[in-house]
């Protein structure tokens, strides 16, 4: 979770295109130790993607 919350507080800071760099200096900044294989595949998998459609597609995983 601490790389997707990452990338999502990345593009809400305007950057469209997060790269693992930009992630580390978010998690970095608040003493997380990153995995570089699990960050880059969140990256991958989030790459080009509309982040809002994405969320609005994991909410119907959410148990009620």
Do not use: H
């Not at 305007?14 to 995995?35: M, Q, R, Y």
Request: aromatic letters at 4%.
């Amino acid at each position: 979770m601490r790389y997707v919350a990452a990338y999502l507080l990345a593009v809400l800071g305007g950057n469209d295109s997060p790269t693992s760099k930009d992630l580390k200096k978010i998690l970095d900044s608040v003493g997380i130790e990153t995995d570089d294989e699990r960050m880059n595949k969140v990256i991958s998998e989030l790459n080009g993607k509309n982040i809002e459609d994405v969320i609005a597609q994991g909410k119907y995983n959410l148990p009620s």
